[in-house]
């Protein structure tokens, strides 16, 4: 069956830092992936969307890599901020529905 | 209209009672899609409309589960009977185009706790 696997621990970082976070898929090849942000008590936030012909995609200080080869995405957030805190879901998806499946999340969690 | 919104944020029932949650999606928007989120988890699709068209339900959306959006616009989720396990938070969003890479738009959620 489909699995998404994102970091199960915490990642807790220093300000200023850059933080990593991955996404691994197993038993199926999206065409895309998506990065959401959700804060507590809150609905995800759409953050990047990045296409399986597509190696990396930035958007400030943001950075996501999608390698189909090694079924992963990392996303970066460079000078990470406290405002970062929050929990990063992704969603790798086909083109065979519009339905997301999202993997648990890793929760970030930038100290000062 | 400044986004997707859910009525109410918060539903406090006993079980066996029937709740009706409500989401407004962005206007022009013609998809929506309804997710359940538990806590530690990733949200988890329930059904998706396209217009006033459900063309979709995963299996998670039980018999006592049932949604509707009548006129293409605003959409209900009501589950009949409720059971504690179906203490969640409940996601609306909606997305406008033709093709699978849309942005979802997510509401705030309503969450439910059945007693």
């Known amino acids: 069956s489909q699995k998404i696997e994102q970091n199960s621990e915490a990642l807790n970082i220093q300000e200023g830092k850059t933080a990593t976070l991955t996404c691994n898929y197993t038993n199926y090849s999206p065409a895309y992936l998506q990065w959401y942000r959700q804060d507590p008590g809150r609905g995800p936030v759409f953050l990047l969307l990045i296409r399986e012909n597509e190696k990396e995609k930035r958007k400030e200080r943001l950075k996501v890599t999608f390698d189909t080869t090694l079924k992963q995405s990392l996303f970066h957030i460079t000078a990470s901020q406290p405002a970062d805190s929050a929990t990063y879901l992704c969603?790798?998806?086909?083109?065979?529905?519009?339905?997301?499946?999202f993997g648990k999340g890793t929760s970030l969690l930038v100290t000062p | 209209d400044t986004g997707v919104s859910q009525d109410p944020r918060h539903k406090i029932t006993k079980r066996g009672q029937n709740v009706t949650f409500r989401c407004d999606p962005i206007?022009?928007?013609?998809?929506l899609y309804w997710y359940r989120q538990t806590l530690g988890q990733g949200p988890e699709f329930l059904t998706y409309f396209q217009n006033e068209a459900q063309l979709e339900k995963s299996r998670l959306l039980s018999d006592r589960f049932s949604a509707e959006r009548p006129k293409g616009s605003f959409s209900t989720l009501e589950i009949q009977r409720t059971e504690q396990g179906d203490s969640a938070m409940y996601l609306c969003?909606?997305?406008?185009?033709?093709?699978?890479?849309?942005?979802?738009?997510f509401g705030p959620g309503t969450r439910l706790l059945v007693l």
């Open positions: 969003a909606s997305s406008f185009g033709a093709s699978f890479q849309e942005t979802q738009y």
């Open positions: 969603a790798p998806s086909s083109n065979s529905g519009y339905a997301l499946n």
């Open positions: 206007s022009e928007h013609n998809r």
